[in-house]
């Protein structure tokens, strides 16, 4: 079992940028993933990093604005969010350890709490 503790979130201006942290203890090896959640809306994808070499997956939404890293020796994984929308608000979460489907909420076993991004436009 991974625990996860998200950080960084808070209000920003459209165009502005942030950046999340998720601080992991516990059996920290495995794949690592960012998902949101809107108001009224399903959780949703955002990227993920693998564990066996390191490849990052994105949403289309995201791409080309977002990086998803990982400091192994923290065992902190990262989300830099450039060029912010007002549709990218909503509560981020961390998550760790899921099968080859990254892209689906329910194969990722361990969850963060959540931490909310606000872009004001």
């Known amino acids: 079992q991974v625990q996860l503790v998200e950080s960084g979130g808070g209000l920003v201006q459209a165009g502005g940028s942030l950046r999340l942290s998720c601080a992991a203890s516990g059996r920290t090896y495995g794949n690592y993933g960012w998902f949101r959640q809107a108001p009224g809306k399903e959780r949703e994808f955002v990227a993920a990093i693998m564990w066996i070499g390191g490849y990052k997956y994105y949403s289309d939404s995201v791409k080309g604005r977002f990086t998803i890293s990982k400091d192994n020796a923290k065992n902190t994984v990262y989300l830099q969010m450039n060029s912010l929308k007002p549709e990218d608000t909503a509560v981020y979460y961390c998550?760790?350890?899921?099968?080859?489907?990254?892209?689906?909420?329910?194969?990722?076993?361990?969850w963060g709490q959540g931490i909310q991004v606000t872009v004001s436009s």
């Open positions: 998550a760790a350890d899921s099968s080859t489907y990254y892209y689906a909420a329910d194969q990722w076993r361990s």
